[in-house]
């Protein structure tokens, strides 16, 4: 098994652009979820799904649209990049009924915005 | 999810055992305690995690406070490679969405 895979590993936008981060988990979770990570600081939940068509807004999900069309890929997306969401992305799977399983997690994904 | 208060750092020399503490006085009866870790420029990984009885694996021990109000997580031997952040997280009915605070930060020194 391969995990959660993150793609890409490392981004630079500029401010407006938009991108994809792509992730994909082959564990047959229902449960996926982005994080984002600011220096110095824990994580902070962007969006969450809890099975494919489900998705759901996190703490800070602003500028960022998610979409579930299958069990196994979770992509973010950025619609129109800013400065402010320059972070480290980690995306997460598990499996969601069993409360007491452990989240498994990608690398990150390290963008920064111009 | 009910809040955790942990040391913001702590410090161990290589080898030696480690008690990470963390404070929930407001743990439900039904709350499990997860312990995630941070290495440098990874993603959390799973530690461990228990309800109440103590609970054992390869990585580290739980101890669990008979009221349930605080627990310790135990590196039996330390190693450089332990050096990492620690997260007390209680998940309570919204597992998977968990709230990761600011942990502590271990340094093994060798």
């Known amino acids: 098994n391969a995990g959660v895979t993150q793609t890409p590993k490392f981004q630079v936008l500029k401010t407006g652009q938009s991108m994809t981060l792509q992730c994909a988990q082959d564990m047959n979770h229902e449960y996926m979820s982005w994080y984002r990570q600011d220096p110095g600081m824990g994580l902070r939940l962007i969006h969450y799904s809890v099975g494919a068509g489900i998705t759901d807004q996190g703490e800070v999900p602003n500028g960022y649209n998610v979409s579930r069309s299958t069990t196994e890929d979770f992509p973010l997306r950025l619609l129109s990049a800013a400065p402010s969401q320059t972070s480290v992305y980690f995306c997460?799977?598990?499996?969601?009924?069993?409360?007491?399983?452990?989240?498994?997690f990608g690398e990150g994904s390290r963008l920064t915005v111009l | 999810d009910a809040k955790t208060t942990q040391p913001n750092s702590m410090e161990s020399n290589e080898e030696e055992p480690v008690h990470l503490p963390c404070n929930h006085s407001t743990i439900s009866g039904t709350d499990y305690i997860h312990w995630y870790r941070q290495l440098p420029s990874q993603g959390p990984e799973y530690v461990i995690h228990?309800?109440?009885s103590n609970v054992n694996n390869r990585m580290a021990s739980l101890a669990i406070a008979e009221d349930r109000k605080s627990s310790t997580l135990i590196l039996h031997r330390a190693t450089l490679r332990d050096a990492a952040v620690y997260y007390c997280?209680?998940?309570?009915?919204?597992?998977?969405?968990?709230?990761f605070g600011q942990g502590t930060i271990l340094t093994v020194h060798p």
């Open positions: 228990g309800l109440t």
């Open positions: 997460a799977s598990s499996y969601f009924y069993r409360t007491t399983g452990e989240l498994f």
């Open positions: 997280i209680l998940p309570g009915t919204s597992y998977g969405k968990l709230t």
